[in-house]
């Protein structure tokens, strides 16, 4: 049984950074694709980053330049440095895994909250 654990959320002021991290266990399968979804109350989660098994990345618009998502080479553990971040960065951050094969579908973890103050 996959599982996937998020941890690296916390509470801080506007220009300040943080690192997320995201790995998924219970499976030897390398995940086709990572990826990061931010979700505010009320709101439908939406997807912040993700990267692929062959290091392809996506950033939505508003975190272009702001945050970087790396992944552990064959591992199914990847991370996003967030910088300047913003009171509008503030939500519930989520990992999704996806395998195509194995343990196919998508697995998600329980989320971290990031807060950001002004």
């Known amino acids: 049984q996959v599982q996937v654990v998020e941890s690296g959320g916390g509470s801080v002021q506007a220009g300040e950074s943080l690192r997320l991290s995201c790995s998924a266990s219970?499976?030897?399968?390398?995940?086709?694709?990572m990826g990061w979804y931010r979700q505010e109350p009320g709101k439908q989660r939406e997807l912040v980053a993700s990267?692929?098994?062959?290091?392809?990345?996506y950033y939505s618009d508003f975190v272009k330049g702001r945050f970087t998502i790396s992944r552990v080479y064959l591992k199914n553990t990847i991370f996003l440095q967030m910088r300047q971040l913003k009171p509008e960065d503030t939500g519930a951050y989520y990992c999704?895994?996806?395998?195509?094969?194995?343990?196919?579908?998508?697995?998600w973890g329980q989320g971290t909250q990031v807060t950001v103050s002004s």
């Open positions: 999704k895994v996806k395998f195509i094969v194995g343990p196919a579908g998508d697995h």
């Open positions: 219970g499976t030897l399968i390398g995940a086709k694709t």
């Open positions: 990267v692929t098994n062959s290091d392809d990345k």
